[in-house]
């Protein structure tokens, strides 16, 4: 059982979404793309669905079939790369809406699936996805005319509330759904947090129900212990691990634990990560293999079975840092050599 | 059909075993942790077992249990992590080999599984796994009177030939091993390519399968192609992505692909990566989404439908230098969004 143990707490997931829902002004979707950015898009979408959201959203068709599955009738399923071509009969058998994002997509949905609900999706300047204003505006009309489910946009900077690229983002939404009565959503998590104006009809909350910035009231979600296979006495001067890259400065106790980077504990974290018994950091050492790393337990007075890498003492905020990158990427990044745990369901 | 596309070239990895299997005097066999380094164990090793690989090596029990339902009785399969407290009925019912790192795990296996076969893991100076030299003096005797089914250590720096711990390693162990008459195994695939002294009776070839460095002669086996969802033309001086981090300096066009760092498309690579169309390299620009990236386009005379991010021109270590890492950490955090096509069965 050298397995390490991830644990996910879906009532936090409910909580979350509860307290982002409670300062919307709007009706509260939920984005659980990517498996639920790693976590189990099936496990996440029922609980939510239980707790009152109807409107999910994936990135792909195929994850919105998958996802139906899991849900059944009922909900709403917005697929973000909206109608690619192939994906007609996935989104039809799976009732999914593709958020279109071109004339192209426009044409090609409504040849293939002519009476088939669909949303629109805009570019308010991120130039990533969406109908740019020029393309919009001839489409406008005619797209209009058939009762799109949803029209939205999303912002490039929200996470940086005073970024200036928010506001004119606003304006250019406001500007390209001015007199449309179909429903509007330009929000995430981070326009949640900024305030109603970014509200509109719907808003789409996903790393925060997560546990990750920017929502910084998120309670956290998950748990990850990682057991240790071995644990060894160095005298002072002994490396560690690959590339000698690490050598101790005092005799040293160091313990092994059966995780790495093929379990999505990121390589670059190598270094300046710690693990923890409670809320006693124990620094990483040496670069992180594959499936071990080792850690400087010196310092403890007991050897504990297993070490933990993420949970209330380390969020995976706190683990993207020392990895250099955002809690997203920690998220997306776990793997499948997991033995996942859900409480609180 | 918005899914990106992974190739896993079989014939590749077949060819790669073959070379290295050439190069060693011992017998050679295969690393299949991670899933195969997230390729596929079943697949590999089912293909290498028809090649004349009669050894394999996972991580944990766990993985090995899995391989046996894949292999089926007859190639022998070895646990790195050895023989963990409550592993006892998946070892004995996977019929695996658990390679023993401590006098603690000498005695948890000998007690719940006593007629059950095992190898020995010393310690030759990397301090991450395996028995220390006083330790192995103290068991030594009584291990081998149970004809251990091999005797393994592992190096530290195989990937830089020059390096002095490679030496000092061999030496360790064979010192360690000295009269032994058990088989013994110290090289993974660095070890293979530093020549004969390093390969005793087993070697253990991992990354160079599957198309890695150290191994600079390995046949390429990935090949990554993301589909195009969006293609937009951009004026001079307009922003991408998340953060507004890129800008464009001439009128651009930009193309968003379908996969981001819930694909292993490590987000360090953001801003220093390439895609291809043949042999011509288009910039990713701006930051590496979840879901999506987007590339410069401008200076192709067509639009492709799908651009390629691992293949023949740019292999998995030209991709981990783009992320500040190596091959090893690209191959393992491959998804699971991808469709995954074997060719070369």
Known sequence: MAVAHLTIDLAAVRANWRTLAAQSTA????????????????????????????????????????????????????VFSGHMPGDAPIISAADLTPLLNSVDQMLVHVESLPHHGFGIQLDSGMNRLGMEPAEWSALRSLALAQAPAMIMSHLACADEPEHPMNRQQLECFLKMTEGVTAPRSLSATGGILMG???????????????????????????????????????????????????????????????????????????????????????PAVGRISMDMIGVD?????????????????????????????????????????????????
Request: proline letters at 5%.
């Open 196 to 282: 109603s104006d970014y509200h509109f009809d719907i808003t789409r909350p996903g790393v925060g129900l997560y546990g990750g910035l920017p929502f910084s009231d998120a309670l956290p979600v998950v748990q990850i212990d990682l057991p240790i296979i071995q644990v060894r006495d160095l005298l002072e001067g002994e490396t560690v691990g690959y590339g000698n890259s690490w050598r101790s400065r005092r005799p040293s106790r160091i313990a092994t634990v059966n995780a790495g980077y093929a379990d999505g504990i990121l390589r670059a974290a190598g270094g300046q990560m710690h693990l923890l018994v409670g809320t006693i950091p124990c």
């Open 27 to 78: 009706e509260t979707g939920a984005v659980v793309k990517a498996d639920a950015y790693g976590l189990g898009a099936a496990q996440i979408a029922t609980t939510l669905a239980k707790e009152g959201a109807r409107k999910f959203f994936v990135a792909l068709a195929e994850e919105g079939a998958t996802l139906r599955t899991a849900l059944g009738p009922g909900p709403e399923i917005f």
């Open 297 to 345: 337990i010196t310092d403890l007075e007991d050897t504990p079975d297993s070490l933990q890498i993420l949970g209330p003492t380390q969020d995976v905020d706190s683990l993207a840092n020392a990895a250099g990158t955002i809690g997203y990427e920690v998220l997306t990044s776990l793997g499948s050599r997991y033995n996942r745990r859900y409480i609180g369901a």
